[in-house]
């Protein structure tokens, strides 16, 4: 009997963990330097992820550049006018922070490879977001983590060593365009 029960119990503890996998998403973003594929964290960031995705999936972002390097910093982009000022959501507005400090993302920060969005100030999000070239420890935790290149990171590095104007903190002389991005879930 004793066995039956703990068979039993192991077959409940199977059929009702399956649902409880964390479900990857992935977005590949194809660039005229090159691939980079990221790990998206909706557990973390849902409304952001969920605004990137479905940008992405309505093909917003491609033919956009990246309109911003900052030396040894970050690349920046998801600005349809190119100019930093530009960019949209799925909300038809702005929408707020996801700046949880007990998620893994907001705890870890700024490492080199974070993906999160750029804003104007707290709760302005878009579409613009930005990669870091760098970890950036002492960096405020102003802005949403919302993933993680894990593949491609010498195509952000590439893009982060085009020739700038002005120099230091700048648009790319020669664009560095978003050919697509897509998602896979």
Avoid: W
Avoid at 93 to 118: C, H, I, W
Wanted: charged fraction near 20%; include cysteine; proline fraction near 5%.
């Amino acid at each position: 009997m004793k066995n039956i029960c703990l068979s039993c119990l192991a077959i409940l503890i199977l059929l009702t963990s399956e649902g409880c996998e964390k479900k990857n998403v992935n977005a590949t973003i194809e660039t005229t330097k090159g691939t980079i594929e990221i790990e998206l964290f909706p557990s973390d960031a849902p409304k952001t992820v969920a605004n990137f995705t479905g940008l992405a999936e309505q093909g917003y972002f491609n033919g956009i550049i990246f309109h911003r390097v900052a030396k040894g910093f970050v690349i920046q982009g998801g600005d349809p006018t190119g100019t930093g000022t530009g960019g949209k959501s799925i909300y038809g507005k702005e929408f707020e922070d996801e700046l949880n400090p007990a998620t893994d993302s907001y705890q870890q920060g700024y490492v080199r490879g974070t993906v999160a969005m750029a804003n104007r100030g707290p709760n302005t999000n878009t579409s613009q977001f930005f990669i870091m070239l760098r970890t950036a420890a002492g960096m405020p935790k102003n802005y949403t983590i919302f993933g993680r290149v894990v593949k491609g990171i010498d195509v952000v590095d590439s893009i982060g060593a085009v020739e700038i104007s002005p120099p230091g903190d700048g648009k790319p002389k020669e664009d560095v365009v978003m050919k697509s991005v897509t998602i896979a879930k």
